[in-house]
């Protein structure tokens, strides 16, 4: 039987109140559930309108402004030029599917390690830094090839979806960028 989720509902006072434990929750704990894998929505106690987006990304926010912040301002600039381009919509998907790629890459690492270590190793913090650390040239390699991988895969579909275009409407000179011209 499957569990249903967590329902949260966020008041006019920006207070969120988790309906499973009948008790106020703050951002720190809706990222507690996230961390856990937890399902939940957020919902505008008021109006109904589901706010889970919205509570998540102010969690990133929250991240990025403290300790070190994962995304770089050129990501965060080349990510906000993607709105309201033609893009826009297979991003969100491109974007997705890499971080489920690189989440699965990461489970299998972790799922060796467990069965060299053992249970508790799998999740240690200490030997992830020493892995790391030996393993840190290798790992670059192996992200760097998925990295280009990526870019030339998003290349090509960028390729398919201009040359698609020139099918559909043959009287429209579409400029190639300089990659293309380099080729």
Not at 125 to 146: C, I, R, T, V
């Amino acid at each position: 039987m499957a569990t249903q989720s967590r329902l949260i509902k966020k008041y006019p006072n920006r207070r969120l109140y988790d309906t499973r434990t009948s008790t106020y929750i703050t951002l720190a704990d809706v990222k507690e559930l996230v961390l856990a894998h937890e399902a939940f929505q957020v919902v505008d106690a008021k109006t109904g309108d589901d706010l889970t987006r919205a509570i998540l990304l102010q969690i990133i926010l929250e991240e990025e402004a403290g300790g070190a912040p994962m995304f770089s301002s050129d990501l965060l600039s080349q990510m906000i030029r993607f709105y309201g381009n033609a893009m826009q919509g297979m991003m969100g998907n491109y974007i997705e599917n890499n971080i489920k790629s690189f989440t699965e890459v990461q489970t299998k690492l972790k799922e060796q390690a467990k069965s060299l270590y053992g249970e508790p190793a799998g999740d240690s913090q200490d030997l992830w830094a020493q892995f790391l650390k030996f393993q840190g040239p290798a790992m670059q390699h192996m992200m760097g090839a998925y990295v280009e991988q990526s870019q030339k895969m998003f290349q090509q579909m960028q390729d398919t979806m201009q040359e698609q275009t020139r099918k559909i409407f043959p009287g429209i000179y579409i400029k190639p960028d300089d990659k293309a011209e380099k080729k």
